[in-house]
């Protein structure tokens, strides 16, 4: 299963876009968005119409870093206001 990608140690690196989107506490739809705009660094599997994101842990620290949830809920604003 694509949720068990896990490092040598057996420590799960990477999360699913649900995972990570409540950590930062925003919509799934907004990470998913900042994914495809590249805001978010994330492996992409699956095609076009039925793919799966799993994005690394380190995308959290450099998030924090940047302070990118500010940045993320405007984006998720503009999602809604579409």
């Given at each position: 299963?694509?949720?068990?990608?896990?490092?040598?140690?057996?420590?799960?690196?990477?999360l699913s876009v649900s995972e990570f989107a409540k950590?930062?506490?925003?919509?799934?739809?907004t990470i998913r968005k900042s994914i495809k705009d590249?805001?978010?660094?994330?492996l992409k599997f699956g095609g076009d119409l039925r793919?799966?994101?799993?994005?690394?842990?380190?995308?959290?620290?450099?998030?924090?870093?940047?302070?990118?949830?500010?940045?993320?809920?405007?984006?998720?604003?503009?999602?809604?206001?579409?």
């Amino acid at each position: 299963m694509l949720n068990k990608i896990t490092g040598i140690d057996g420590n799960k690196e990477f999360l699913s876009v649900s995972e990570f989107a409540k950590i930062v506490n925003l919509d799934s739809r907004t990470i998913r968005k900042s994914i495809k705009d590249g805001r978010i660094s994330a492996l992409k599997f699956g095609g076009d119409l039925r793919c799966h994101y799993r994005i690394p842990k380190s995308e959290l620290e450099r998030l924090a870093k940047c302070n990118m949830r500010d940045i993320l809920k405007k984006i998720n604003k503009e999602i809604l206001d579409d």
